[in-house]
Structure formats: structure tokens, C-alpha cells
């Protein structure tokens, strides 16, 4: 017997193609009856990053209020992108918005995120999208592969559409 799904975590690059794993995540939920959980995780820069960065800014607080910005700016495309999700969904099928346990978009390094988000909530089971090539296939395909090899939990990794 399959153990039962009753938590699942979709994770979003808020890419133009997230709603395909979106609707994953959302038919898996309504089958099961599943609380979904929501997250965005804008990737942290690494210290050298920050250096470079913070050396080439003018004041000492602009990289605090430019990740404030971003982070705000994260949120309200994904509450967007939720409200035109879940406008699209047959009549039937839009109670789905009832079954969001939570929405959280966070500045960290995405599979440790992701994983101890995973870990805090327990969930039963990951949703994300993979892109098949381009720029964010580097980034969004090393943090798939990373949460499929430590994932303590079913990972389904979908393919996004070109």
C-alpha cells in the first residue's frame, strides 16, 4: 500500500512555464486531498558575490533594500500568478485555493531551502519544475538534481515546456 499524501511542497522559479508543474502539484492535491505548500526561493549570492557587489554600491544598506525590493517584488508575482492559476482551473476544480496551507518567498540557497522547508513542514512529497536548457537549466537543474539525491521524501521533478 502507498503511503498517503497529505502535505505536499511545490517549489517555483516564477518562471512563465511554473503553472505546468503548478498543475502537478494542484491535480495531485485535489486527488489526495492534500494541503499544498507554496515557496519561492530567491538565490542567496555567495560571499564573493556580496563583496563585489557591496564594494561597487555607495551606500552601506543599498544591498538590504535591493534583496527588500526583489523579495517584495517575488511575492506579489506569485500571489499574481496563484490568482491566474487558480482563474484558469475549471469551476470544479478551483477549490484547490482552499487547500494552500501557505505561501512563503525567502532569500536562501534554493536546496537547502528546500529541503529543510520540507523537512520542517512534513510534507510528503516535493513538486518542481525542471527547464530543459538555457541559463536557469544550470541553476534550476543542479537544484533538482540536489533535492532529488537528498530529498528524505518522493520528489516529482516535471519538465517545463519550452
Do not use: W
Not at 11 to 23: F, I, M, P, Q, W
Not at 70 to 90: D, H, K, P, T
Amino acid at each position: 500500500m502507498l503511503p498517503l499524501i497529505r502535505s505536499i511542497l511545490y517549489c517555483t522559479d516564477l518562471s512563465a512555464n511554473s503553472a505546468h508543474a503548478a498543475r502537478y502539484a494542484a491535480c495531485l492535491a485535489r486527488l489526495t486531498m492534500a494541503r499544498i505548500h507554496i515557496l519561492h526561493v530567491a538565490e542567496k549570492l555567495s560571499s564573493d558575490s556580496m563583496i563585489t557587489l557591496q564594494s561597487h554600491l555607495v551606500e552601506a544598506d543599498a544591498y538590504v533594500r535591493v534583496m527588500e525590493t526583489r523579495l517584495q517584488r517575488s511575492r506579489e508575482v506569485l500571489a499574481e500568478r496563484i490568482e491566474s492559476f487558480v482563474a484558469g482551473l475549471a469551476e470544479d476544480e478551483r477549490e484547490v485555493r482552499h487547500q494552500i496551507a501557505s505561501v512563503e518567498v525567502c532569500e536562501a540557497f534554493p536546496v537547502e531551502e528546500i529541503l529543510q522547508r520540507a523537512e520542517r513542514l512534513g510534507v510528503d512529497l516535493i513538486v518542481m519544475g525542471k527547464h530543459q536548457k538555457g541559463l536557469l537549466h544550470t541553476m534550476l537543474g543542479s537544484v533538482s538534481k540536489g533535492v532529488l539525491s537528498q530529498a528524505r521524501v518522493p520528489v516529482v521533478v516535471v519538465p517545463l515546456p519550452e
